[in-house]
C-alpha cells in the first residue's frame, strides 16, 4: 500500500472491497495524497485541485448527474470524444464512467505513464494501473473516452 499515514486513508480495506471490487491493495493502484473535500473527480480531471465541480438543475438543487452534462462539460473545455484510451505522446486523456441507469458517477485522468489518477469522492487521489481497476461496484464502467491536446511551448 502507500506510505501515507494510516489515519489519513479513508480508502480502507472494507471501503475497497465493498465498493471498488477490482482494486486490490499493494497491487494495481496507490494512494498518491490523503483525502479531502476540497475537489472531487470532475476537478481533478481537469487540473484544478481547490474546486468541487458538480451541476445543479433546478432551483431545489438537485444535482444533475446525467453523463451528457459531464461529456459536454469536458467537450467545453476543450476535450473530444476518441475511441481509444492508449497514451499517446501530447495528448491528455479521460475517461468518463456511468452506472447502468447512464447516471455520471466518477471521471479519470490518464498520466503520461499511460497509467490512471482518479480522485475518490471525498477520500484519497489513487493512481491505477487500468480503467478496469475501479470498474463495477460503485463506479459503473467507462462509457466514454475523451481527449485534448496539450500545448507544449
Known amino acids: 500500500m502507500a506510505s501515507l499515514p494510516l489515519h489519513t486513508i479513508k480508502l480502507n480495506q472494507a471501503n475497497i472491497k465493498r465498493h471498488f471490487p477490482n482494486l486490490?491493495?499493494?497491487?494495481?493502484?496507490k494512494y498518491t495524497s490523503p483525502h479531502t473535500?476540497?475537489?472531487?473527480?470532475?476537478?481533478?480531471?481537469?487540473?484544478?485541485?481547490?474546486?468541487?465541480?458538480q451541476f445543479i438543475y433546478d432551483e431545489k438543487g438537485n444535482y444533475d448527474i446525467n453523463v451528457r452534462r459531464y461529456?459536454?462539460?469536458?467537450?467545453?473545455?476543450?476535450?473530444?470524444?476518441?475511441?481509444?484510451?492508449?497514451?499517446?505522446?501530447?495528448?491528455?486523456?479521460i475517461a468518463i464512467y456511468a452506472d447502468k441507469s447512464n447516471d455520471f458517477t466518477h471521471v479519470a485522468r490518464q498520466l503520461p505513464s499511460g497509467k490512471w489518477t482518479s480522485k475518490i469522492g471525498d477520500w484519497e487521489d489513487i493512481e491505477h494501473d487500468t480503467l478496469d481497476d475501479i470498474a463495477g461496484g460503485a463506479y459503473g464502467k467507462p462509457v466514454t473516452i475523451m481527449a485534448q491536446k496539450i500545448n507544449i511551448n
Open 24 to 29: 486490490v491493495p499493494e497491487g494495481n493502484f
Open 37 to 53: 473535500d476540497e475537489y472531487n473527480c470532475v476537478a481533478w480531471a481537469s487540473a484544478i485541485a481547490d474546486e468541487w465541480i
Open 71 to 93: 461529456i459536454n462539460y469536458f467537450a467545453e473545455i476543450g476535450f473530444a470524444p476518441i475511441d481509444n484510451s492508449q497514451p499517446e505522446k501530447n495528448i491528455l486523456k
